[in-house]
T-cell receptor, first 116, second 115 residues
Framework: DAGVTQSPTHLIKTRGQQVTLRCSPK?????VSWYQQALGQGPQFIFQ???????QRGNFPDRFSGHQFPNYSSELNVNALLLGDSALYLC???????????????FGSGTRLTVV | AQKVTQAQTEISVVEKEDVTLDCVYE???????LFWYKQPPSGELVFLIR??????QNEISGRYSWNFQKSTSSFNFTITASQVVDSAVYFC????????????FGTGTSLTVIP
């Protein structure tokens, strides 16, 4: 049973560019959440997608946007990259709320984004 | 507002010692869930334990045990007879149904087990 799959694993971008990160959820899960983890910090919630719509959003600017496809996979897009966007981006899949929060997430290994 | 505090930034223990990781949380809600996750160098967050706010019974699961006390808003995690493979960063997290079940993570505790 495949877990959460994220691609690419590493990425280097130049300040001002745009980036797209991809996530395939664990089989049986239909909700995808994205988290940003800066070096030495805990993950911070970006947003959550369920039924192809953004359901919850954390304190992130509009430069961060996403999408969920009918097969439940998801993309995270970041425009106008800043040096401060350098981080590990984690995708987590779960059952939809409220069940999802009760049983927790399954996380992928993340995409390490470096902005230079 | 929800907040999770892990005061211990780094801990080092010698193999086979017991180690306790501290977690203090803040929430105004009566229904919430608490978790511990482990993050090895590979980056993936691995689920360890879960507790809901209505169940303060403390349990042992293999080498893992936890102490949940609502009176002090603490959810501490203990590894018994630590092993080198336990070396990782450990995160305590709070899930709140009132905010769409998003997770609030602490800043993590880096555990090093010395052989």
């Amino acid at each position: 049973d495949a877990g959460v799959t994220q691609s690419p694993t590493h990425l280097i971008k130049t300040r001002g560019q745009q980036v797209t990160l991809r996530c395939s959820p664990k089989s049986g899960h239909d909700t995808v959440s994205w988290y940003q983890q800066a070096l030495g910090q805990g993950p911070q919630f970006i947003f959550q997608y369920y039924e192809e719509e953004e359901r919850q959003r954390g304190n992130f600017p509009d430069r961060f946007s996403g999408h969920q496809f009918p097969n439940y996979s998801s993309e995270l897009n970041v425009n106008a990259l800043l040096l401060g966007d350098s981080a590990l981006y984690l995708c987590a899949s779960s059952f939809p709320p409220p069940t999802g929060g009760r049983y927790g997430y399954t996380f992928g290994s993340g995409t390490r984004l470096t902005v230079v | 507002a929800q907040k999770v505090t892990q005061a211990q930034t780094e801990i080092s223990v010698v193999e086979k010692e017991d180690v306790t990781l501290d977690c203090v949380y803040e929430t105004r809600d009566t229904t919430y869930y608490l978790f511990w996750y482990k993050q090895p160098p590979s980056g993936e967050l691995v689920f360890l334990i879960r507790r809901n706010s209505f169940d303060e019974q403390n349990e042992i699961s293999g080498r893992y045990s936890w102490n949940f006390q609502k009176s002090t808003s603490s959810f501490n995690f203990t590894i018994t007879a630590s092993q080198v493979v336990d070396s990782a960063v450990y995160f305590c997290a709070l899930s709140d149904p009132n905010t769409g079940n998003q997770f609030y993570f602490g800043t993590g505790t880096s555990l090093t087990v010395i052989p």
